[in-house]
């Protein structure tokens, strides 16, 4: 029996590394254009789906109100930005306890006035993730990624015969859809 050698065992360790990293990038730009597919479909219903759109349309009126009367009066100035800050505050307030619940992370919802426009490119952000989400939940090869890798790493670090190392290491592999190229010479046993 032939043993792995320290240096064949630091380049399939890295060679695995390597090679699970080039799968991981692919499989995550996969599933961010599946996600941007399926948030592209939903956003237009998005705010009805998460329970704002009341809301939204309340955040529109109120800032289209603001807008048409800022060169008025400025008592009617006062009075109606202090409407769409409240409607804002309401709203912030209502879409921060759901993105808490709905795991929006990494969406930073603004405090005080905000503009429509900056509600709605939150609100894609949002749907965007609970895409992402999605996605990842039901795509096969993710979910499978980091189990078969360890799986690799086992086999690398069993001590067993180079020849069935990098076999095992194929299978393996294959199942994470990895094309491992060994040329076949490299497994030949020096002849006798």
């Excluded at 993105?99 to 603004?110: L, M, N, P, Q, T």
């Excluded at 360890?150 to 180079?162: E, S």
Aim: net charge positive; glycine share 4%; hydrophobic share 30%.
């Amino acid at each position: 029996m032939k043993p792995i050698r320290k240096d064949e065992l630091e380049f399939w360790n890295n060679f695995t590394t390597d090679e699970f990293y080039e799968k991981q990038r692919s499989v995550d730009t996969e599933i961010s254009q599946e996600a941007q597919s399926i948030s592209e479909k939903k956003k237009t219903n998005f705010a009805k789906e998460c329970g704002l759109h009341k809301e939204l349309v309340n955040v529109y009126k109120h800032y289209n109100a603001y807008n048409d009367f800022v060169n008025n009066k400025s008592i009617t100035e006062k009075k109606l930005k202090n409407a769409w800050e409240n409607a804002s505050s309401l709203f912030n307030s209502k879409a921060i306890r759901l993105g808490k619940a709905r795991g929006w992370h990494d969406i930073y919802w603004d405090k005080g006035s905000i503009s429509p426009d900056s509600i709605e490119q939150k609100l894609n952000e949002a749907c965007f993730e609970e895409a992402k989400g999605y996605v990842r939940k039901n795509h096969k090869v993710y979910n499978s990624l980091d189990k078969i890798k360890k799986k690799c790493k086992m086999i690398i670090h069993t001590g067993a015969h180079i020849n069935s190392v990098v076999s095992s290491l194929k299978k393996e592999m294959s199942k994470a859809e990895i094309t491992l190229e060994v040329p076949q010479t490299l497994l030949e046993l020096p002849s006798k």
